[in-house]
């Protein structure tokens, strides 16, 4: 005994007839009795990440009225339903799918029901409210493996509103990141590798850096190098695979590239002689850890300032390379001359009479170079200074002078000068002269002039030496010199015999300016047929001028004053070369403008012609009809305006108003 009640059951016929049976009692009470069947279409098939959601229009999920597809669980029907077809307050909805899952890890399963609510996993329970209630969430964690994973969820509606959620997501712990480099200081260009490390969060990671500068990278790991110096920061950004990202910042401190300057206390000396060498290093962090020296000849040294001699003569490259607290390296260079002095010595006799004075010069290179000092021992336990000095022998025996020469260092060298002979010589029988020979006379500045000096009568094999003024001698009875001024300059020289007998004789010598050359045509423009008076004006040189003419029209002339008459107009470049007495040349050029002949002129009428004499103009003029004249030539000036001679005439124009 029951009040009304519906029950609905599922069954599979075949096609065709089938017999139908139905029993029914009454006992007390009203009489219902219904009977009915209706065709159930086929399911649709289980979804992969979506749901196949059947909706029953009961609460006990057995009147299915609705089969879709649902891309989500996610509905909110307030005091509505489903579908027309089914009756608010009084259905329920199962859904089934298969979700892949991309991972193995903890899954947060979300619920959110009103009213009653259940859901599996792969057919296990996983949540259960199937009762009665207001919207309530509910939650709980499930450990997945990847692949997938068959979702079932079965809900009703029995009052109010209707509210079906169900969602699921992965747990992921807070993304962790460190990182940072083995390199907090650098210099400029300086390569310095950075990290950085991912933990936690949902792998895989995604790594990106910017520098600070502009420039950006991607990797876990990288290398960068700045451009500028300066307290520049590094920052590494991570991404998770669950969209998570966290920072790692690093600073590093970069400087300038060094730089090194080195210098030594002088850059030649001889061999033995200490150098001291040092090094200034400038940029980079400030401190420098090594300065490491090569000396070129197979030796090195270590420190900030070094000392070191060198054995052999030579010159020698010097390098040194110092490393900064960075680890960056900066090198510099110099050369080293390494050299034995040597010294030249010469004296004005080798054989005089007692009380003749000699002389001695010795000239030294070589060592640390110049200033040298000159100390003399003349072998007659007498001694001098000096590059240059006398020395009066008084008594008679063979001496051997000798000159010591020492450097600014203190290095020397011993230079020992032929033995000298002093003794009483015969009185010759013809007294001692010189003549002097200069080749040539007159010579010009910049020109060698080169001169003999020959002796007769004394005793002999004469020696010379010649004074041309000022500090310019030198020895040997033949010899030659260049003056750089010109004017009268006196040349002396001293001839010795081999009995110590000397005489001196001088000479003046007119040197002579350079020869040069310029010339003056008249008129500067002439017309075809005028003859033009061409005048050379040379200068310098030793005189009795002689020259030669190109007229540039394949015509020429000789004489330094000549006329000449172009036939046609144009421009004609001039050449007069000039020749002096000893045969030096010098050219001048000039370009002549021949006019065309004037057509305005008839003749019978007046006519104006000009010409320039030293800056004066004479101006010899028919006046008739000037002013006529006149206009025309002004008129022509000023519509051409071309070369000098129009020019003059304007002039005189100017000068007829």
């Not at 010159?315 to 680890?327: E, I, L, S």
């Not at 011993?414 to 010759?428: D, F, R, V, Y």
Request: aromatic share 10%.
């Amino acid at each position: 005994v029951q009040p009304p009640t519906t029950y609905v059951v599922n069954v599979s016929l075949g096609t065709g007839t089938h017999f139908l049976k139905v029993a029914y009692f009454e006992h007390t009470g009203g009489a219902v009795a219904k009977v009915s069947w209706a065709f159930v279409p086929p399911s649709l098939e289980i979804p992969v990440d979506a749901f196949r959601g059947l909706y029953f229009n009961d609460e006990n999920l057995t009147v299915r009225k609705v089969e879709r597809i649902d891309a989500a669980i996610d509905f909110h029907w307030g005091t509505g339903s489903p579908d027309p077809s089914i009756a608010p307050n009084t259905f329920s909805v199962r859904w089934e799918g298969y979700w892949n899952f991309g991972q193995a890890g903890t899954y947060r399963f979300t619920m959110t029901t009103d009213d009653g609510m259940r859901v599996w996993v792969d057919n296990a329970s996983l949540l259960d409210a199937w009762f009665v209630q207001g919207a309530t969430t509910y939650t709980r964690d499930w450990n997945g493996t990847p692949g997938q994973h068959l979702i079932k969820v079965e809900y009703f509606e029995r009052l109010g509103n209707a509210t079906a959620q169900v969602s699921w997501a992965l747990l992921v712990p807070p993304l962790q990141v460190s990182g940072g480099t083995s390199r907090p200081a650098a210099n400029v260009n300086q390569s310095i590798d950075f990290s950085c490390f991912a933990s936690d969060g949902m792998p895989p990671y995604a790594y990106a850096w910017t520098f600070g500068d502009g420039d950006s990278a991607n990797g876990s790991t990288t290398t960068h190098a700045y451009r500028t110096p300066g307290t520049k920061t590094a920052t590494c950004t991570v991404t998770d695979a669950a969209s998570q990202m966290a920072n790692v910042f690093t600073s590093v401190v970069i400087s300038p590239e060094p730089a090194v300057a080195a210098s030594v206390d002088h850059p030649a000396a001889t061999p033995g002689t200490s150098f001291t060498f040092s090094a200034q290093a400038t940029g980079g962090p400030g401190t420098f850890t090594s300065y490491e020296w090569s000396f070129g000849d197979g030796t090195n040294g270590s420190g900030q300032e070094v000392v070191h001699a060198y054995a052999d003569a030579g010159q020698f490259p010097v390098v040194v390379v110092v490393t900064d607290a960075n680890g960056g390296m900066a090198s510099d260079s110099l050369s080293i001359s390494v050299s034995f002095i040597g010294v030249t010595g010469s004296v004005s006799t080798r054989r005089a009479p007692p009380g003749t004075i000699v002389l001695f010069n010795a000239s030294a290179e070589g060592g640390a170079g110049a200033p040298f000092s000159y100390a003399w021992d003349f072998g007659d336990n007498s001694t001098g200074s000096g590059a240059s000095v006398s020395h009066l022998y008084v008594t008679s025996g063979n001496f051997t002078p000798s000159v010591r020469v020492t450097d600014g260092l203190g290095a020397s060298a011993l230079a020992h000068l032929p033995t000298i002979s002093i003794e009483t010589m015969e009185t010759p029988s013809s007294p001692l002269g010189v003549t002097i020979q200069i080749s040539p006379a007159s010579p010009m500045v910049n020109e060698s002039a080169f001169f003999v000096a020959t002796g007769d009568g004394g005793s002999g094999s004469y020696s010379c030496s010649w004074n041309f003024g000022g500090p310019d001698m030198s020895t040997g009875c033949e010899a030659s010199h260049i003056w750089t001024e010109s004017g009268l300059h006196v040349v002396e020289v001293t001839l010795s015999d081999s009995g110590g007998n000397r005489t001196t004789k001088s000479l003046v010598v007119d040197v002579v300016p350079p020869l040069a050359a310029t010339f003056v045509i008249e008129p500067l423009s002439p017309v075809p047929g005028q003859a033009a008076s061409l005048t050379a004006r040379p200068t310098g040189g030793t005189g009795g001028y002689a020259c030669t003419w190109d007229f540039g029209d394949s015509q020429g002339g000789p004489d330094c004053t000549v006329t000449h008459a172009w036939s046609s107009s144009g421009r004609y470049v001039v050449v007069v070369i000039v020749t002096d007495s000893r045969g030096h040349s010098a050219i001048a050029t000039e370009t002549v403008a021949v006019q065309p002949a004037d057509e305005g002129a008839a003749p019978g009428q007046g006519t104006l012609g000009f010409s320039w004499d030293d800056g004066y103009t004479r101006v010899v003029a028919g006046m008739t009809f000037l002013v006529a004249i006149a206009l025309a030539w002004w008129w022509r000036e000023r519509r051409k305006q071309v070369d000098s001679d129009f020019e003059e005439m304007g002039r005189f124009l100017k000068r007829v108003r």
